[in-house]
C-alpha cells in the first residue's frame, strides 16, 4: 500500500486542507508532528511541557483522515534538525512521498513535473495509485532544452497512465528557466507531484525547491522519494 508522510509543525497550527485531506483518502498516511527546540533545550523537558497538547492535535487530524476513509497513524517527535527528524521518520514507516501541506479546496486536477533527474517511473506508478479510479485529471509537466527527448519521454509516460484510465494532457516547456516554468503552470492546478532529487547549490542557497513550491503556489506538494538511492546510501 502507498504510504505518505505528512510533517507538520503542530504546534504552530499547521494542518492538513480539507482538499489534500480527500485527496490522500486511497493511500495510508503517517501525520509526522514536531517541534523544532532551541540547541539548549532538551527534547524530554519540551515532551513534559507540550506532548498532551501536540498529541490531541495529531489525534484530530488523524480522525479526520479515517472519516475521509483513509488509514492513518501519527508520529511526535521533539526535535533539533527538523529535516533530519523527516528523513529518519521516511525512513521507519517506509514512506514512498511525503507532503508539503499547502492550502486546496476539491482536488481537481494535479500538476506533475517530470523535470530534472527523477525517477519518472516511480513518479507514474504512485500518481496510478493516488488518483484509482476517481476522476482527477492530470498534467504531466517537463522543462528541458531537449524538444525531442522530452516529448518522448511526456508520451511514454502519459501512455501508462492514459492505460489506467486517467485523464493526462503534457506541457513542454522549452529552453525556459525550469521553476519559473513550473511555477508558472502550477497556478492553473490544484496540487503538485514531483520527484526528490539532490540538493544543488542553488537549492541550498535559495532553499529547497519543493518548500519554493508550496510557498509560492499556496498548493499542496507531494514529493515522490527515490528510494533506490536512499537505500544505497545508508548501505541496504
Do not use: K
Not at 480527500?22 to 513534559?48: I, K, S
Not at 529518519?88 to 530534472?116: F, H
Not at 476522476?135 to 519521454?153: C, K, N, P
Request: charged residues 25%; glycine residues 8%; proline residues 5%.
Amino acid at each position: 500500500m502507498t504510504r505518505i508522510l505528512v510533517p507538520l509543525a503542530i504546534l504552530e497550527g499547521e494542518s492538513i486542507s480539507p482538499g489534500l485531506t480527500t485527496l490522500l483518502g486511497p493511500v495510508d498516511v503517517t501525520v509526522l508532528g514536531y517541534h523544532v527546540l532551541p540547541e539548549q533545550t532538551p527534547p524530554d523537558q519540551a515532551r513534559v511541557q507540550y506532548e498532551e497538547r501536540a498529541t490531541d492535535a495529531l489525534e484530530d487530524l488523524v480522525a479526520t483522515l479515517r472519516v475521509g476513509g483513509g488509514r492513518a497513524d501519527h508520529r511526535l517527535v521533539f526535535t533539533h534538525d527538523r529535516e533530519q527528524t523527516i528523513d529518519r521518520i521516511a525512513d521507519e514507516t517506509a514512506a514512498d512521498a511525503y507532503a508539503i501541506p499547502g492550502a486546496s479546496g476539491q482536488v481537481d486536477r494535479l500538476l506533475v513535473a517530470l523535470t530534472g533527474d527523477v525517477a519518472v517511473d516511480r513518479i507514474r506508478s504512485f500518481v496510478g495509485e493516488l488518483i484509482g479510479n476517481r476522476g482527477i485529471g492530470v498534467t504531466l509537466f517537463l522543462a528541458t532544452d531537449d524538444e525531442v527527448g522530452g516529448r518522448a519521454l511526456l508520451e511514454a509516460a502519459a501512455s501508462g497512465l492514459s492505460a489506467r484510465g486517467i485523464d493526462v494532457t503534457t506541457e513542454l516547456v522549452v529552453d525556459a528557466p525550469p521553476f519559473e516554468a513550473l511555477l508558472e503552470a502550477a497556478a492553473a492546478h490544484d496540487a503538485i507531484v514531483m520527484g526528490e532529487r539532490a540538493p544543488s547549490l542553488r537549492s541550498l542557497l535559495l532553499g529547497e525547491e519543493t518548500e519554493r513550491l508550496a510557498v509560492e503556489s499556496l498548493a499542496p506538494v507531494l514529493v515522490v522519494r527515490n528510494i533506490d538511492e536512499t537505500s544505497t546510501a545508508d548501505g541496504s
